[in-house]
């Protein structure tokens, strides 16, 4: 009996203990609500502690009754404590958010799914501190984007930038989710402003080049994705040179519950624009100013940012004059040059002014589902005023004797009269939900719908016409009030499953709705990667899908500024198979990155493009395809400091239906017509290279040199309205070097705290802007000679010029 008895008393124990115990779940997260994986959650004071899984996730056993200090670790975040009591058989959920630790990040390079370029084809992340040090005319954000592969810009004066093939019109950017527009009646580059992201509140970028996932938007050609800081202290900078300022601002409150960042930028051209051929009296103004506040909602003190609401605010205002006096052109070979002297009178002005708001209130239901709700709007009020008169003179310049350089003949002479009234009212309001739902460690379901409405009022009044040869010709005429009231519908499934730590697939469908045309489109989108067991520095990317670009207003309005109401939606099959390599070289990490891509477009609308005016023809006439290969290595070539070399080959070509041209025979008698098929779109460039180099003096990194290296083959071009002419000719490359010499003062505090509002650095740069001086041309104009014959006469952009620059931060 009393056997059985102890045997009792021994199972009756662990009961005993047990029921002094309480156990702990939760997740640990970071600050984008992503799981952290092999976090520590430990017991303060003893050996007690477990592992987080996957999906971030932990269960404990810790004892009852008593104060216990639970501690939370992982590399590169900071440590997080909690007290608490539990008691006996209790089981509590506790779910902590960490924040980065700038010491451990500045040493430790951490690795993880928040990298998700591995995963995604096309899918560039850049460092913001690279933007700010990025040497140009005006430092202006888009600059950055033309050193990628697959990416060109033949202007410096502009922000634009073209894709693989597409055009300005056919890039998507988004600021914490929400789109952003650029204005509409720019048409020289030394007219814009900068481009909308200020490079001083920007916290991550990534940039698509093609096959994107279906939760982002409808165009052809690429997705910039912009997030501002959240910051978590006081800071600013104050930066200035020759050709403008900023100043920015950012600061957070005493509990963190709210965050503010403001930025502001004064761009003034007069000192790059004097190095254009045409003297005159520029005055170009552009300055913008935005807000981010950042507000945490949550009442609950144990899950901040549960709830948060983001407002963004940004107003812009251009204001471009400029009284062109003379122009001299000397162009030709080196045997018969030829110069073209022009005399202006009249002035040139564009304006606009564009606001710009949104807000996002994201709320997590539950460390696995996340939902934002997105309101945004923009307004835009543009006019274009012009009245400029130009006389020309085409004469043979001397090659010998006492007259070199000089006229000799005149081949002709002549008149253009140029002039424009032209107003644009633009207002655009949408509303859009997003949702993220993390079904299980291994599958995560992203949907959303959005809904937006356009109001456009356009009042075209423009003409041109010339005297030339004893004759008058009018160019053009356009006359014309247009208003535009649509709305569109959109919306979005996609699936990411990740088949083990090595295999992820996305796939998922986009569907849009447009009232003006009524049309309904649905794009399917896959994308699969994986990396083999074996070789984990080497990645595989695919990516096959259908999108499409609904018309906006620039590709219904045609040459004659008439709408289109039947204007279907562009649409192309990207095609794209790539591979990433990571290696080490001299002892520090590098990445190869490798692409090759297809597209295949229907129901193109073509344009001409003018400088960076794109004029379309407002006809689903046409079918397209850009194929080529893009390759990019990117790493620490000088340590502490990213360098990368970027090189795509490209080629697009389109089939225009209905550009017939006459035939003749050997006589020269016309004796029918021919399609021409095929030929080269206007962004047609073989090769294109970018380079951005960081350098600095060995025993003294605070002395650095920064390289911006771009060039691009011809472009083709043609005169105006003769399409057996249309893109026929190959322009002349586009080189630039623009290198920049800093020297970093740091300031140390003389007090034992450091200050919180005192200087902090002080930089201080020189720049050389388009180092070899390289005569880059921008477009054409088309004079005759009193034969008969058309001459090319090339616009050319800036040349070398000397920039100073300063950078205070406190």
Known sequence: MLKYLSVWLLLLVPLGVSAQQARLLGTVLNEQRQ???????????????????????????????????????????????????????????????????????????????????????????????????????????????????????????????????????????????????????????????????????????????????????????????????????????VSGGLTGGTLHLESASKNKKVSYLFGARHKNGQYILKGLQTDGKYNPIFTDAQAYVHFDLSKDTLAPGRTTLGVLASYANNDFRVEPETQVTTFGTRNTPLRLLIAFDGQERMEYATYQAGLNLTHHFSPYYTSEFILSGVQSRERELRDVESAYRLCDVGTSGNNSGECQQERGVGSTFSHARNALLARMLAAELRNTWQLSQQSELRFGVKVGSENIEDELKEYAFTDSADFVTQDYYLSSQLHLNTFRYSGYLQHTFRLDSLKTITYGLRATYWDYNGELNLSPR???????????????????????????????????????????????????????YLFQAWGRDFKLSAEAYYKWMTNVVPYDLDNVRLRYYAKNNAKAYAAGVDVRVNGEFIPGAESWLSMGVLTTKENVAGDSIPVYNAQGEPIGKREQGFIRRPTDQLLNIGVFFQDHLPDNPTVRMYLNLVYGSGLPFGPPRQPAYRNAFSGRSYKRVDIGFSKVIIVESDLVEQKKHGLESLWVGLEVLNLIDAKNRVSYNYVQDVSGVTYAVPNYLTGRRLNLRFVAKF
């Open 526 to 580: 896959v994308q699969f990667s994986f990396i083999p067991r074996h070789h984990p520095n080497l990645s595989f990317k695919t990516a096959l899908g259908l999108y499409f670009q609904p018309p906006f207003y620039r590709e219904l309005r045609n040459f004659e500024g008439v709408l289109n109401p039947d204007l279907k939606a562009q649409r192309a099959i990207h095609a794209i198979v790539g591979s990433d």
């Open 35 to 237: 799981p952290l994986e092999m976090a520590t959650v430990a017991l303060k004071g003893s050996a007690t502690g477990v592992h987080t899984m996957a999906d971030g996730s932990f269960a404990i056993t810790l004892p009852a009754q008593r104060e216990l200090v639970v501690l939370v670790r992982y590399l590169g975040y900071k440590e997080q404590e909690h007290t608490l009591t539990l008691q006996p058989n209790e089981s509590r959920r506790l779910d902590f958010i960490l924040e980065p630790d700038p010491q451990q990040l500045q040493t430790v390079d951490v690795r993880g799914r928040e990298d998700d370029t591995r995963e995604q084809a096309s899918m560039t992340r850049l460092d913001p501190k690279n933007v700010s040090q990025l040497p140009s005319a005006f430092g202006d954000f888009n600059k950055i984007l033309v050193t990628l592969p697959g990416v060109s810009s033949n202007n410096e004066l502009s922000s634009t930038y073209s894709v693989r093939g597409g055009n300005y019109d056919e890039n998507l950017v988004y600021v914490n989710n929400i789109e952003i527009y650029r204005p509409f009646l720019i048409t020289a580059a030394q007219q814009e402003g900068l481009s909308f992201v200020n490079p001083d509140l920007v916290g991550d970028i990534k940039f698509s080049s093609g096959g994107w996932q279906p939760r982002y938007g409808d165009k052809l050609s690429s997705v910039l994705n912009i997030k501002y800081k959240q910051p978590k202290e006081f800071a600013g900078s």
